[in-house]
């Protein structure tokens, strides 16, 4: 079984920077995606961003610009740089760690609350 734990939300001023932090622990086998993913009130939950164990990284067209991915195996942590927040940033963070091939199993983090303020 794995575990998730999240920090590094809060809230900022628009144009502002945050650095979401994201660290596994349990059984992890390898081979794991891990990822950002954020939700609003009413919303689904969208990719924000994901790296791959050998560091290939996925950004949705928002993210691209302005948020940085990354991770470091060794320490099992993933971590996302936040720059030029914008209110429309505000939401619900998600870590998520996933395995697709077998044995697959998928993840998620408590969440971590990011507010924007314009």
């Known amino acids: 079984q794995v575990q998730l734990v999240e920090s590094g939300g809060g809230l900022v001023q628009a144009g502002g920077s945050l650095r979401l932090s994201c660290t596994a622990s349990g059984r992890l086998l390898g081979a794991e995606t891990m990822g950002w993913y954020r939700q609003t009130p009413g919303s689904q939950r969208d990719l924000v961003a994901r790296v791959t164990s050998g560091g290939t990284t996925d950004y949705a067209p928002y993210a691209e610009d302005r948020f940085t991915i990354s991770r470091d195996n060794r320490k099992n942590t993933m971590w996302l740089e936040m720059n030029n927040l914008k209110p429309e940033d505000t939401a619900v963070y998600y870590c998520?760690?996933?395995?697709?091939?077998?044995?697959?199993?998928?993840?998620w983090g408590q969440g971590t609350q990011v507010t924007v303020s314009s």
């Open positions: 998520n760690i996933r395995r697709v091939v077998t044995p697959q199993y998928s993840t």
